[in-house]
Each structure stands twice: as C-alpha cells, then as structure tokens.
C-alpha cells in the first residue's frame, strides 16, 4: 500500500521561528490533507491541498503531486503552534479512507 | 453548526469486555469514518459508512464492528477488549461518501478507551 512519510520526527523551536514540515508519499494520491492535533487529541484541519499552494494567515502548503510530496510552513511560530502535524492522503475511488504519516511533533519554546 | 461529535470522552473497561462507542456527525453529512489512534501513531482506517452501508474496511479484527443509523449517526462496537485495543478513538464525517470526493474529512474530539 501507499506509504506516507513525515519528516522530521521532532523539531523544537523558540517562538517567532519559522519552520517547514515535509511529507513524502510514495503513489498518486486523490486528496491530501494537512491537519494539528492539539494536545487533547483533536484533528483540526489546517489545509485540503491535493496540488498547489494555498495559505491561511501564518500558515500555508504548497503540493507537488507529480514529485509526490506536500509541504507545511509555518512562519512567526507562537506557543498555540506546538502539537503534532499530520499529513495525510485519500488513494481509494470507493471509500473514504485516510492514510496518515506518523506525525511531525512540533514543541514551540517561550 | 455543531460539529461531529462523540461519546463518552473517556471510558475504562477491563479485558473481556465490550464497549460501544458512539458518533453524530455533522449535520447533513451522509459519510461516517471511524479511526483508531494508539499513542505515538498516527490514526489508522477501521471503518467507513455510507447510507448505513459499509463502504470500506482496514485491517482490524471482527472484534471490531459497526453500523449506521438512518439519521446517519454511527456506532462503532469492540467486543472481548484486549489491553492493546487502548487508544483514541475518532470519528470523521464528510458530506457524501464514496472515494475520490474532492472535499474534506472533519473529525471528532474523539472517545480515549483505557483497557485494563
């Protein structure tokens, strides 16, 4: 099956930092999603991006479908930021199924 | 507009026993995934339904069952609870079902299962 990857496992910044989150997948993919859990575990969708560019306020994605692979940007990083980042991908013309990366674990200092 | 919600938010059973799980998805949204999250992971594919029908499966154990209901709420059962089956449990709603939809999946706060 489809094998996507994140990269890197764990990064730690001060606030006001910017960072760049990467996910590499491995087939064509129909959607591909960005999401944050939170601390208390729920998944905010942060970007539905299965190619180009879009932003939102200090946060925005650019897809490259063709070259299979998505990447996250956050600039001006704040405290609310830290959490884990998912990417994740939908493959299948007959269900609704997700498949998501292990995480980017995102731990913004003070 | 509420969105798709779930009960309980906690819930501590011990091995053997079985627990339902249940999910409201957003209103007008037809679709209902469920996905389990074991520490560490990202979440994993058990179950999607579609107009109560079962549309797709992941790789889980007939333990593991669920259903739709006409108003398209869903449950998701867990019968003879292992220590491993621990883990956040999360629903997705989407407004149709069926692949290759170009929209968005939202999900739940999730149901935490502790098994001991």
């Known amino acids: 099956g489809i094998q996507v990857e994140q990269s890197p496992p764990d990064l730690i910044l001060q606030e006001g930092a910017n960072s760049t989150l990467r996910c590499n997948f491995s087939d064509s993919v129909n959607n591909l999603q960005w999401f944050h859990q939170n601390p208390w575990g729920q998944l905010i969708n942060l970007f539905y991006i299965p190619s180009g560019t879009k932003q939102n306020g200090r946060l925005s994605a650019t897809t490259v479908a063709t070259e299979r692979y998505s990447l996250l940007y956050i600039s001006s990083s704040q405290t609310t930021d830290s959490g884990v980042y998912f990417c994740?991908?939908?493959?299948?013309?007959?269900?609704?199924?997700?498949?998501f990366g292990k995480g980017t674990r995102l731990h913004i200092l003070p | 507009d509420a969105g798709v919600t779930q009960s309980p938010t906690h819930l501590i059973k011990t091995r053997g026993q079985q627990v339902t799980l249940r999910c409201s998805p957003i209103?007008?949204?037809?679709?209902v995934s469920w996905y389990q999250q074991v520490l560490g992971q990202g979440p994993q594919f058990i179950f999607q339904?579609?107009?109560?029908?079962e549309r797709g499966r992941g790789n889980f154990p007939d333990r593991f069952s669920a259903r739709q209901f006409p108003n398209y709420s869903s449950e998701l059962n867990v019968n003879a609870l292992l220590l491993g089956d621990s883990a956040l449990y999360l629903c997705?709603?989407?407004?149709w079902g069926g692949g290759g939809r170009l929209d968005t999946q939202y999900f739940g706060p999730g149901t935490r299962l502790t098994v001991l």
């Open positions: 209103s007008g949204h037809k679709s």
């Open positions: 994740a991908v939908e493959q299948s013309r007959r269900d609704d199924k997700i498949i």
């Open positions: 339904y579609y107009e109560k029908e």
């Open positions: 997705a709603s989407r407004l």
